[in-house]
T-cell receptor, first 111, second 116 residues
Framework: TQLLEQSPQFLSIQEGENLTVYCNSS?????LQWYRQEPGEGPVLLVT?????EVKKLKRLTFQFGDARKDSSLHITAAQPGDTGLYLC???????????FGKGTTLSVSS | NAGVMQNPRHLVRRRGQEARLRCSPV?????VYWYRQLPEEGLKFMVY????????ESGMPKERFSAEFPKEGPSILRIQQVVRGDSAAYFC??????????????FGPGTRLTVL
């Protein structure tokens, strides 16, 4: 069974701090995606990482895909209140017909 | 362009009633996916449909749940004889093509079902 485990489950920080959230699996994924979900809304895709060892940057967000393609991390520099939300990682199922999601990291950034 | 639209946004049903959830994909998208999000859990895949066909329903309970995506009109997720455990947020996503994660799934805002 393919599982994605995210840590930490909850993170509460002050504006300006840096943080890293993790997405780990015992399975190899062809690619992983990161989504951000705000309360009452659907997930919005942030990035897709495809190549082992790949690093992608989106403004203050840095995404990394592990060399073995079993894990990924999201690093946020100088967090802002607008970064508050649920961060989800997802990978493609073995059947290739669905996304498998981790349970997410709930981030709260206070000013 | 309009994104994925779902209605209703909130639905309240009593035990034993039917719940009908609608999803209009992004214009031109022919692939639709339904997911369920339970409190304290991540999004769980339920079913994948392509116009008029169910491609993968491995995540959908065998009883009481059904899904369709007709040639014309929105995709429908139907839950018959709802029970309290069906209370959840149901999300629909659509994609232009289906080539694994190389084709982005766009998510709707969800329908929050509450069963009393």
């Amino acid at each position: 069974t393919q599982l994605l485990e995210q840590s930490p489950q909850f993170l509460s920080i002050q504006e300006g701090e840096n943080l890293t959230v993790y997405c780990n699996s015992s399975s190899v994924f062809s690619s992983l995606q990161w989504y951000r979900q705000e309360p009452g809304e659907g997930p919005v895709l942030l990035v897709t990482v495809v190549t082992g060892g790949e690093v992608k940057k989106l403004k203050r967000l840095t995404f990394q895909f592990g060399d073995a393609r079993k894990d990924s991390s999201l690093h946020i520099t100088a967090a802002q209140p607008g970064d508050t939300g649920l961060y989800l990682c997802a990978g493609e199922s073995q059947a290739g017909t669905a996304l498998i999601f981790g349970k997410g990291t709930t981030l709260s950034v206070s000013s | 362009n309009a994104g994925v639209m779902q209605n209703p946004r909130h639905l309240v049903r009593r035990r034993g009633q039917e719940a009908r959830l609608r999803c209009s994909p992004v214009k031109g998208h022919s692939h639709v996916y339904w997911y369920r999000q339970l409190p304290e859990e991540g999004l769980k895949f339920m079913v994948y449909l392509q116009k008029e066909n169910i491609i993968d329903e491995s995540g959908m309970p065998k009883e009481r749940f059904s899904a369709e995506f007709p040639k014309e009109g929105p995709s429908i997720l139907r839950i018959q004889q709802v029970v309290r455990g069906d209370s959840a947020a149901y999300f629909c996503a659509s994609s232009l093509n289906h080539r694994g994660l190389t084709d982005t799934q766009y998510f709707g805002p969800g329908t929050r079902l509450t069963v009393l």
